[in-house]
């Protein structure tokens, strides 16, 4: 099994991420053109609580496996990866077919009561499934994770999003004479396709690794020729520890997420907006807006994924300096490529969601929340940090302060009628700003750690020179110009002005990108020269 170093899982990752992002937008657009903005409203509700229960199955399981796998890789602790893998399995899968099951015989009460659309009753049920299969992929990506080969992740997510396209999209359509509901059902049901592809195919690249190890890496470590029950309690113990309070701290911005799904629906009730309108708003917001404000997210979570056990291993090792070298590169990649996006997403808000969704309106909510996407961008990153080195604690804190202050937001801006929907947006935003800066002061605190202002500075004076010149190129081709080729010139002309910026400012370098794949053997050519 081949080991990446942390930039070059990253970049898988990076590069998976990408193509799953951009090839996820296919269903994203077409989606709302099959079903309605209030059926991707439909769709859209039943997934906090969803999210919820994925996320008390298995928050912590894949970073807890990769972290004790790392470990064991380097002899710290006295458990074979193998035998991590098994126990962990068992213990997710058991609870997967409980809550699936569970989620079937209440679908009818939380639908009516907890989600407050019985619509959502068919969708919420064909989700139902997907708990299970999360959970088995969930334990086999953290192994593959521990023992830093991002190869496998990168290919299952591929192959899931693939297939989640071309299921979505045709199942929805094919269940629309019955209903929004029914075609929304359908779409939940391609989704569900998906998450077992992609967990196939990890399963199969596990089969693979296994056929590849040497005979006596399949034994059990010689220390402990006979497993004990006392050896199989420390390993769930251990398992545990790491893994409930991530688990705790994602189950707090999980269950923001079904709070906040539950209160907005409420509050614009409250603010005197029909049950159909509020519903096609909070799909707008959830379903368009936000996975576009999103994409960056590529980025963040290839870099939360490969930073965990890079950081696990240097913190065994006692290895200060790479710790904080580690973190300086994730935190200079999550700025310096999320950064482009906030800036098309402003300068570009009207004509972007008029191309993508036909629907130029919902610019206005892309546009108020693209200047705080920076926070959302470099969270990701500061959280893997603090739960690497054995600092979830502070993750959950910070988490649940962001949570009750976005919540009572909503409830304060959401339910007066001047705001409405608006009222989320800015909740949502103000808490994306507040949880990040106190990620960054927990690890301030903890590793000594001092941020490189400077870094700001540059990447800050790219984006306003990178946005003068988007906008100019925009608004003065009108008369030359179709509208469709303006929004192809217009980017591409930002993204030149900044990666030049950006170049001259030795934000991006050639030895970073030499280590990415496919196109890393050119820059290393070029960096030679």
């Not at 300096?321 to 700025?335: E, G, N, P």
């Not at 507040?434 to 927990?442: G, K, N, Q």
Request: glycine share 8%.
């Amino acid at each position: 099994m081949k080991k990446q170093t942390f930039i070059q899982g990253a970049m898988i990752l990076l590069a998976a991420g990408i193509i799953n992002r951009i090839l996820g937008f296919i269903p994203r657009i077409a989606l709302p053109r099959v079903i309605g903005a209030e059926g991707v409203g439909i769709y859209q509700l039943s997934y906090p609580f969803f999210i919820v229960l994925v996320t008390l199955i298995t928050g912590g399981i894949p970073l807890a496996v990769a972290k004790l796998v790392a470990e064991a890789e380097t002899g710290a602790n006295r458990y074979s990866p193998q035998r991590i893998l098994q126990i962990s399995l068992s213990f997710t899968l058991t609870l997967g077919v409980v809550f699936m099951f569970l989620c079937i015989v209440f679908a009818p009460w939380i639908t009516q009561y907890v989600l407050t659309d019985e619509r959502v009753y068919h969708t919420f049920v064909s989700m139902s499934p997907m708990i299970a299969i999360i959970a088995v992929s969930a334990v086999y990506r953290g192994y593959f994770q521990g023992k830093q080969n991002m190869m496998p992740t990168a290919v299952s997510s591929i192959v899931e999003t693939i297939i989640r396209i071309i299921c979505v999209i045709w199942f929805a359509w094919l269940l629309l004479p019955h209903g929004i509901e029914h075609a929304a059902a359908g779409a939940m049901l391609g989704a569900m396709v998906g998450e077992l592809g992609g967990m196939l195919v990890l399963l199969w690249n596990y089969a693979r690794a296994r056929k590849e190890l040497p005979l006596s890496k399949k034994k059990p470590h010689t220390e402990q020729p006979v497993e004990t029950e006392t050896y199989q309690g420390g390993l769930i113990r251990r398992l545990l520890a790491i893994s409930v309070p991530v688990t705790a701290g994602r189950l707090v911005g999980s269950l923001s997420y079904l709070a906040e799904t539950i209160v907005t629906a409420q509050s614009l009730a409250l603010a005197g907006i029909a049950k159909g309108l509020a519903t096609a708003q909070y799909g707008a917001l959830q379903g368009m807006v936000i996975p576009l404000l999103l994409l960056p997210g590529a980025l963040t979570s290839s870099l939360a994924t490969s930073l965990v056990p890079s950081l696990s291993e240097a913190s065994a090792r006692g290895d200060r300096a790479l710790i904080h070298k580690r973190m300086h590169q994730a935190l200079r990649l999550a700025l310096v490529t999320g950064a482009p996006f906030s800036v098309f997403m402003y300068v570009l808000a009207e004509p972007m969601c008029l191309v993508l969704y036909n629907d130029a309106s919902i610019g206005s909510m892309l546009k108020l929340m693209a200047p705080f996407a920076l926070f959302i961008y470099i969270q990701a990153p500061l959280q893997a940090a603090l739960q690497a080195l054995d600092r979830p604690g502070k993750a959950l804190l910070n988490t649940f302060i962001g949570a009750v202050i976005k919540i009572s937001l909503i409830l304060m801006l959401a339910s007066r009628p001047e705001y409405g929907i608006f009222g989320a947006v800015i909740a949502i935003c103000v808490n994306s700003m507040v949880v990040t800066l106190l990620h960054a002061r927990s690890v301030r605190i903890l590793l000594n750690f001092r941020f490189k202002l400077v870094d700001w500075v540059k990447t800050g004076a790219g984006m306003f020179i990178m946005g003068a010149a988007t906008l100019l190129v925009y608004e003065h081709t009108v008369a030359m110009l179709p509208f469709w080729l303006r929004m192809i010139l217009a980017p591409i002309t930002g993204l030149i002005v900044y990666l030049l910026i950006m170049g001259l400012t030795k934000m991006i370098d050639f030895h970073d990108l030499s280590r990415a794949p496919l196109i890393g053997s050119w820059f290393k050519r070029r960096s030679k020269k």
